[in-house]
């Protein structure tokens, strides 16, 4: 067994992506999962690129027999690249911005299943194999829109919330298995996601899309949002021996918009 595996849902752009790379730098093999395999064959070649080792594949987290068919490939690969050791559940959507009584149930659901049965489905997978193995970091991406409010926003608000409770409860019941169990919980990342979300803020609150900008930077005391690099360097440091004293911890990666 020549390394250690790092599993990243969502990993065919944006955040994930970067963790995808990160995770690679450090000496993790990486099996890169998503949804589309198109975007993953760019994920695999940055990794590749870089010298690290990539594995795609396709992986819907909304599905327990997607999850359990992507679990049971890399259990298949262990022999030859290595275990499973850490297992980054960063897959979500950023759902439907509508006050509460707009929003339908099948909206509701959609989010939840991604953004918080996703993880549960994902961690669920390997839980048993880092038990077998007394070792692991398990990192979900949760959000500090789980902390604060965001107009609009209550299915994503209430999903990351549940991220965190579910990060700290699973952090008491894998500590003695020699597991830990933490949450990263990013700021308005740059990109083409955040980009979208406040053209949706500034049209439901019928504000300018400077001004929505600004209600992000403006909490922020370094004044400005958060890179990709910046979150999945937090991931790494998480998956690594460096951080092994701490779990149940939801990171803040916001340039201080959220303090707590």
């Not at 990243?8 to 944006?14: L, S």
């Not at 594995?55 to 022999?79: F, G």
């Amino acid at each position: 067994m020549s390394q250690r595996i790092a599993v990243v849902t969502g990993a065919n752009r944006g955040i994930g992506r970067a963790i995808a790379v990160a995770l690679a730098a450090d000496g993790f093999a990486v099996a890169a999962a998503a949804r589309d395999p198109a975007a993953l064959g760019d994920t695999a070649a940055e990794i590749e690129k870089a010298g690290g080792t990539a594995v795609p594949l396709v992986c819907d987290v909304q599905e327990e027999a997607s999850v359990a068919a992507m679990a049971e490939q890399l259990t298949r690969a262990d022999e030859t690249l290595g275990p499973v050791h850490t297992v980054v559940a960063n897959a979500g959507t950023a759902g439907p911005t509508a006050p509460l009584h707009e929003i339908t149930l099948d909206e509701w659901r959609a989010t939840l299943a991604t953004d918080l049965d996703g993880v549960f489905l994902t961690f669920r997978a390997f839980v048993p194999g880092l038990i077998a193995r007394r070792a692991g970091s398990l990192i979900a991406i949760s959000s500090m829109t789980g902390k604060r409010p965001l107009h609009g926003r209550t299915p994503y608000a209430a999903a990351k919330l549940g991220v965190i409770g579910l990060v700290r409860t699973l952090a008491v019941e894998l500590g003695p298995h020699g597991i830990r169990v933490n949450a990263v919980c990013p700021g308005a990342v740059a990109g083409p996601r955040i980009d979208e979300v406040i053209r949706r803020q500034a049209a439901a609150r019928g504000i300018g899309e400077d001004e929505a900008l600004a209600a992000f930077t403006g909490s922020s005391p370094l004044g400005r949002l958060v890179e990709a690099d910046e979150v999945a360097r937090a991931c790494a440091f998480l998956a690594s021996d460096a951080a092994a004293a701490i779990t149940g911890e939801d990171l803040n990666v916001s340039a201080g918009a959220v303090m707590y």
